[in-house]
């Protein structure tokens, strides 16, 4: 029995392999050994694309993921691109979306979070407001990110914003919505991933995304399942964890049997 992870498709932007991505659903179908399916975010991107149009425009992807239901158990864990999904919480709608999921298989605990957790820019009244700013007429965002971080004097981003000057907001907000490749190239990417490993326990494989940078370390206990995105070096990737094992993919492609360093503990 299987469990498959894949993240960061960011359907609704240009360079999205949305395609590919259909038939690695559908070839899902037919895979009777998968038991789970754990999307870890990033499925759509509400910072570029207008949220509700994101999905209807996607709907041939939710219908097979929806579907996948009847045969396997279907996680969606939110990503800082579409965080706003935490708030769609109704019992009537067909998925349920989570910050974090722990699965035990085979003697393992497999914890499967996004991956913002460890990037220190990213800050969940950002990726909210992020998540409302958006729209396909970007006119006027940085007047609805104001809006959205002010509304609530309850919430702490009322406080936070109120912090900030309104110059600030479009600095701190482009900074936010390049591309994870770009934002972190520059020394970055390694703390990212070296806060992540700081949270390894004994005994627990981390999976996550975020980066775009698939890899599997050396002693095989933190993953990346790397992203759908047609500009990252190698795209397409997914996870499969079986028999306590994880093996890391490129969908119509070959395995990755390569392993990365492992001294992210030691401050390297």
Known sequence: MAIIAVSDQHLGIE????????????????????????LLGDVVDMWRRDASGVFLENKDVFDIIIALQKKMRVYYVAGNHDFHVLKLQDPGYPLKFVKNVVLQADGTNYRFVHGWEFDEMQREHFMESLCHAMSDQKGERDDHIWATLSRDKTDIRYVFGMLLRRGSIRESMQALQVSAEERLLEGNLKGVERKAYSTVRPGEVLIFGHTHRPFITQKEDMVNTGSWVKTS?????????????PRLFVFEGEEIKERSESGYRAGS
């Open 233 to 245: 070096p190698i795209h397409n990737t997914y996870v499969r964890l079986e028999r306590g094992k």
């Open 15 to 38: 360079t999205s392999d949305k395609q590919a991505f259909l038939r690695f659903l559908s070839s899902l179908q037919s895979d009777s050994s998968v038991t789970d399916l754990v």
